[in-house]
């Protein structure tokens, strides 16, 4: 069953420098998406991607972050500056369907960010 | 305001209950409706979709009243790997793709 990958499982980092967490999306999949997870609290949206372009972010998604699908597998979520609120879990996900119709979301199983 | 409210739980029942839970979305724009489960410190896995007629798969039947602006998971017949948190999931058409979040209802099924 495809699914999607991401690395690397846990990174740690100290507060100020810049991340780079990966993904795979599921092969034939259009639209992918990151969110996050703080520890105990609810999965939350950072930004949707279509097309070679950000199709939707949150107030989340400041300036300090930035997407990219540097070839036809990866994407990427970069975090320029870690501060110590962005430990969390990060989830990428895919979909084939865009949002006007049933589109299951399909989850990696997360990058755990913690910063120091 | 919360765009998805579900009660937290915990639900602690036994092999062999009825569990059922709620969720309510506070945006009458929303049109696509999932349960998720997610066991500890793992991603988000669909369950099932919720249709507006409702929909069964097996042990699991979800429920959508759109004039309630409720949702609801039944789980028959609980089984020990049916312990999880289980995450109400919201999709509203003025905002495309982006899904809303319950905080999630943790069901621990007990031997």
């Known amino acids: 069953e495809p699914e999607v990958t991401q690395t690397p499982s846990h990174q740690v980092t100290q507060m100020g420098q810049e991340v780079i967490l990966r993904c795979v999306p599921i092969s034939n999949h259009l639209y992918f998406y990151w969110y996050r997870q703080i520890l105990g609290q609810k999965v939350e949206f950072l930004v949707s991607f279509y097309n070679n372009e950000i199709s939707e972010k949150s107030e989340i998604f400041d300036d300090q972050f930035s997407v990219e699908r540097p070839d036809g597998s990866n994407f990427t979520l970069k975090i320029r500056s870690t501060k110590l609120e962005d430990s969390a879990m990060y989830f990428c996900?895919?979909?084939?369907?865009?949002?006007?119709?049933?589109?299951?979301?399909?989850f990696g199983p997360g990058t755990r960010l913690t910063v120091l | 305001r919360k765009e998805v409210e579900q009660d937290p739980g915990p639900f602690n029942v036994p092999e062999g209950a009825t569990v059922a839970f709620n969720c309510t979305y506070s945006n009458s724009a929303s049109q696509s409706f999932f349960w998720y489960r997610q066991d500890c410190r793992k991603e988000p896995k669909l369950l099932m979709s919720?249709?507006?007629s409702g929909n069964e798969d097996g042990r699991f039947t979800a429920q959508l009243n759109r004039a309630s602006q409720y949702i609801s998971l039944l789980i028959r017949d609980s089984k020990l790997s049916d312990s999880a948190t289980y995450l109400c999931?919201?999709?509203?058409?003025?905002?495309?793709?982006?899904?809303?979040f319950g905080t999630g209802t943790s069901l621990t099924v007990i031997p």
């Open positions: 996900a895919s979909s084939d369907r865009g949002g006007y119709s049933y589109n299951e979301q399909f």
């Open positions: 919720v249709y507006s």
């Open positions: 999931v919201v999709n509203m058409r003025n905002t495309g793709n982006q899904f809303y």
